[in-house]
């Protein structure tokens, strides 16, 4: 099947969504997604979207403590701008309909998390994801404008490259046409022609054996965009959150919000010791890269599996109010967190780098935008400070949707590219041989591309990685497409992006650590 779009938006979290509900306004919009919905990393945001509310907090307060995290990597422009609008955007999410807790004096009620200075995360509990989520989806559903193609999987970007044109180079001269999608009722390769498109596919923590990422995280956007020789950035800067439920028998890992941690729990080691004076005089609430770090640190040195996060302290009926997710699952393993420590142990998290964009979401193709996670706009630099990723996301998808609408009236549809060829395939009935590869390479990338890195480490990860590539390249020319075989190919290809990022900083920065390096370069 063929289709013709005024613009395309491919995944259904924050970012997508926000973007779509503006571009409505002036166009028809068409979102894909590839499992239901709100199957999204924006559902499972726990401590909340930061913003400026109140003082004594200031613009030039979240400025510093953002650009403080990001270890001299942040790009001021781009912070100022997002902070600068942070306000007006979360006042649109607010018409939509999301709910932020209120204190008894009908104030926002503020949470505090790691390297922030000020209280100035809006939350909803425990949920503010879903709670932003389930708001946006609701509105989206009402539009006149938008239809949802839930369960089709975007499999390439189309670019010159389907005309037959030879691009070899990573050049500003390319454009993009829209995107070959997988139809789940035909099972056959559509294509979908649009004059604008916007990547929104999320992050990639599945390249990864532990992470908090839900299973669509699996750097699609971020590959796609790759192989059609778009710009991509920054990728060696991996987010492990500090604090993951450790239960090794579940995936995603559950999370354990830092807002906990800003709440007053303490992290303490296996023998119920504090440990964070060693590290950092912010303590259980210095910045992610080096709260994660010590846990690391502390877990080598005692060969333990996790470390404690103790809250016994706080009041009962305050832990139930605030965070009745949390209680209540880990109450379902048989711990009482008022009464018992929680055992937390780092896990993948979030990825800084990207898809590099400009100030307008703009990527470095043409007629191509991308927000969210999967884009690297400059805002993180090193290292994100947290709950800054929901205020990226609709600060830049309402960027990019007002960018775009502009260049609309100018772009036309390129209908010479041609149909998917699915010619000379056969279907690959050995899942084996996908999801072993997918174990082998969330192997790889935990043991030498985790928290603390050499580079032999990155060596051997790669030289592993090479193996897994050809064997997927090779099952995937002859195969009939399905989304896992395209998703491992995708997260090989994320993994790669990481290791040869990682391999070319030689310094120790943000979330980049090495045991060769013992110096960042001075900036
Ligand atoms: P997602 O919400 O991940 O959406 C991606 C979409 O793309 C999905 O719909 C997916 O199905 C679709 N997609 C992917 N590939 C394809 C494909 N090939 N074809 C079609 N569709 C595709 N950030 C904060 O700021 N504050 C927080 O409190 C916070 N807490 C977090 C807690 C957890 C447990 C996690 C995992 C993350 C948290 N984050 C938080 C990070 C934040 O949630 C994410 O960075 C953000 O939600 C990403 O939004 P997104 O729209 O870019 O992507
Ligand atoms: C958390 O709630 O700890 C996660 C916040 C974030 O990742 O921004």
């Not at 993009?176 to 916007?198: E, F, H, Q, R, W």
Request: proline share 3%; charged share 25%; with cysteine.
């Amino acid at each position: 099947m063929r289709t013709h779009v005024d613009f395309l938006v491919i995944g259904s979290g924050i970012a997508g969504l926000t973007f779509a509900l503006k571009a409505a306004e002036k166009g028809k919009v068409c979102i894909v997604t590839k499992k239901k919905m709100d199957d999204t990393a924006t559902s499972y945001a726990q401590g909340g979207i930061a913003a400026v509310m109140y003082t004594p907090d200031t613009f030039e307060k979240h400025i510093f403590d953002t650009i403080q995290a990001g270890d001299g990597l942040c790009d001021e422009n781009i912070v100022r701008i997002t902070i600068g609008e942070s306000t007006d955007r979360i006042a649109e999410l607010i018409a939509w309909g999301a709910n932020f807790d209120k204190d008894e004096t009908g104030h926002y009620d503020l949470a505090k998390e790691g390297g922030h200075s000020e209280y100035r995360v809006l939350r909803h509990k425990d949920s503010t994801g879903r709670e932003i989520e389930d708001t946006l989806i609701e509105q989206v559903r009402r539009h006149p404008n938008i239809e949802v193609l839930e369960n089709y999987y975007a499999i390439d970007l189309i670019t010159q490259h389907h005309l037959g044109i030879h691009v070899s180079i990573r050049t500003t001269d390319l454009t993009c046409y829209g995107v070959y999608v997988l139809n789940p009722k035909t099972s056959m390769v559509d294509t979908i022609l649009a004059k604008v498109t916007l990547v929104a596919t999320g992050g990639a923590g599945n390249i990864y054996s532990n992470t908090t990422n839900p299973t669509i995280s699996t750097g699609d956007g971020i590959a796609m965009v790759y192989r059609a020789k778009g710009v991509i950035e920054n990728m060696e800067f991996v987010q492990f959150h500090p604090t993951a439920l450790f239960h090794p028998q579940e995936r995603p890992s559950f999370l354990i919000t830092e807002a906990l941690r800003g709440f007053g729990a303490v992290l303490k080691d296996y023998r119920g010791n504090e440990f964070m004076h060693k590290y950092d005089e912010r303590l259980s609430l210095a910045p992610r890269d080096i709260v994660a770090r010590a846990i690391d640190n502390e877990l080598k040195i005692s060969g333990e599996d996790f470390v404690h996060l103790d809250c016994r302290h706080l009041k009962k009926e305050d832990l139930i109010r605030q965070f009745p997710r949390i209680y209540a699952k880990c109450l379902s393993l048989g711990i009482d967190i008022s009464r018992d420590f929680i055992p937390v142990v780092p896990a993948a998290h979030y990825f800084c780098g990207g898809i590099k964009t400009d100030e307008y979401g703009r990527a470095t193709i043409r007629n191509l935008y991308a927000s969210g996670e999967c884009a690297c706009t400059g805002l993180h630099g090193a290292n994100r400070l947290a709950s800054n990723s929901l205020l990226e996301s609709v600060v830049f998808s309402h960027r990019a949707s007002q960018h775009a609408i502009e260049q609309l009236p100018l772009i036309d549809f390129c209908n010479a590219i041609p149909d998917w060829n699915a010619e000379g395939m056969v279907l690959t009935e050995e899942m084996i041989l996908i999801t072993q590869s997918q174990k082998e390479l969330q192997a790889i990338m935990s043991s030498y591309v985790g928290i603390v890195r050499s580079d032999l480490r990155l060596q051997r990860a790669l030289d592993r990685l090479n193996l897994l590539y050809e064997e997927t390249e090779a099952l995937y020319n002859k195969s009939i497409l399905s989304p896992r075989l395209s998703e491992l190919r995708n997260m090989i290809n994320a993994a790669y992006l990481v290791i040869k990022h990682a391999a070319v900083r030689k310094e120790n920065r943000g979330l980049h650590y090495s045991l060769d390096y013992s110096q960042k370069t001075e900036r």
